[in-house]
């Protein structure tokens, strides 16, 4: 049964999500592709410091997660002056973080990067981009706080705007300081770092404004930074037990051979692609069930679960369609290997029929998320992995060969292991124990 009032406020909030969700992947392939002109010693280390730099933004990732449906439950229960401050108190964490970040990043990234590469002409660029780099982390941790105070204050165009806008300048500089002034790999990092203040100083002038319209105190809360930190610690665990999954996926697929492990990366990064799509209809879930719980609407709640269950089962089953679809035409776009190209079909196909599941997962994890129940997802995140284990282990023991390991492989994945958060998050679901109205959890 249709709901077009439910409807219209997933989409109002899912479709600029997803534009903010899209503009990071294409603009950071436009930036590889500069880097990429240099030399293949510059395109590695690019490589190297993108995926440690990306690691660490992915794992504080819980600084939206967190904040979102603090400021919208406060925002739903009328209090805009309380959410406002919620929203404050993310900032000064994530500055904090991002403080402690660097400081990390500069004790350890010689270590870490000898781990990633024995190289030294790719070490020592990998440490050029990283150095500068982490100048710009802080910015990046007050742009992720920033949007999921938006989100939780039901905007999520700003986010749209300030991203698209940030991206094409991080573009831009880095052609000017890439080619312009001849910087070379250093040209990159540095665009980006100008990129990322810019963006999070766009974020802190709408932060302030919106402070000072609504009467909320611009200094550090501790009490409210100390919620924060609470729930985020909680999320930090959910996230790093995702991460640990794909790691050991990546791990297993690795001995596989050279062509079943470029075609598992190419149906890894088509499986992140279409994440993205789901993934809006999460964020949605996170600011819509934020707001009705913050306004006692637990029929509301129900309601917008209901639809988001459906929305992320049907969204699902077109993307698994439309990948099914393609699956024979994908190979030669991404490789000219005839071996590449055979065991990269039959992992589509097999992707194809578990996305209907995925979208499922995403919706629930962004409805939970969005409800607070942060310390659920975060035990049964260890519950999910500890389950998958096993199954990893089953295709360690009792290799198949050839393409046929990667089917067995994603569908321990994409059957198993998202098959196992489709079951917890389903079974939380179905009870009452995470509606909890109001403005405390």
Not at 32 to 58: F, K
Not at 111 to 120: E, F, K, N, R, W
Not at 378 to 400: D, S
Request: charged share 10%; glycine share 12%; proline share 4%.
């Amino acid at each position: 049964m249709r709901n077009p009032p439910v409807d219209r406020d997933i989409l109002r909030l899912a479709v600029p999500a997803l534009g903010a969700l899209i503009a990071e992947p294409l603009f950071l392939l436009t930036d590889t592709a500069m880097v990429g002109h240099l030399g293949e010693v510059q395109l590695a280390a690019l490589g190297i410091a993108s995926a440690i730099i990306q690691t660490a933004i992915g794992l504080l990732i819980f600084l939206a997660y967190a904040t979102t449906p603090a400021v919208a439950r406060r925002l739903g229960a009328g209090d805009r002056t309380g959410a406002i401050r919620a929203g404050i108190d993310g900032l000064w964490l994530a500055l904090g973080l991002g403080i402690v970040v660097v400081a990390l990043g500069a004790l350890t990234s010689h270590a870490v990067i000898g781990i990633l590469t024995s190289d030294p002409a790719i070490a020592a660029e990998t440490n050029t981009y990283l150095t500068i780099s982490l100048a710009g982390l802080p910015a990046m941790l007050l742009v992720i706080a920033a949007t999921g105070l938006l989100r939780g204050l039901q905007n999520t165009r700003t986010p749209l705007v300030v991203a698209v806008s940030g991206f094409a300048a991080n573009a831009g500089l880095n052609a000017v300081f890439i080619y312009g002034f001849g910087w070379g790999i250093a040209g990159s990092a540095a665009g980006t770092v100008v990129a990322q203040w810019a963006m999070a100083g766009a974020y802190l002038v709408i932060a302030v404004r919106a402070a000072r319209q609504s009467g909320a105190s611009l200094r550090p809360g501790f009490d409210g930074i100390g919620s924060a930190a609470a729930s985020g610690g909680w999320l930090f665990l959910r996230t790093a037990s995702l991460r640990a999954a794909m790691l050991a996926t990546v791990a297993v697929a690795a001995t596989f051979g050279t062509a079943q492990l470029g075609a598992f990366q190419i149906a890894l990064t088509l499986f992140t692609a279409l994440a993205l799509v789901l993934d809006s209809l999460a964020i949605a879930g996170q600011a819509l069930i934020g707001h009705r719980l913050g306004a006692s609407d637990t029929v509301g709640v129900k309601q917008i679960t209901r639809r988001l269950v459906l929305w992320g089962l049907g969204t699902g089953a077109v993307l698994g369609l439309l990948l099914a679809s393609a699956a024979t035409l994908l190979g030669p776009v991404f490789s000219p290997s005839v071996d590449v190209q055979r065991a990269l079909t039959v992992t589509v196909y097999t992707m194809a029929v578990g996305i209907p599941l995925a979208g499922f997962v995403f919706v629930l994890d962004g409805v939970l998320i969005g409800a607070g129940d942060a310390r659920y997802l975060a035990l049964t995140g260890v519950v999910n992995l500890a389950c998958y284990a096993p199954l990893l282990a089953v295709v360690i023991a009792a290799p198949p060969t050839g393409d046929l390991a990667l089917v067995w492989l994603w569908a321990a994945f994409g059957y198993g292991y998202i098959g196992a958060r489709a079951l917890t998050l389903g079974l939380r679901a179905r009870t009452s124990a995470w509606i909890v109205p109001g403005l405390a959890r």
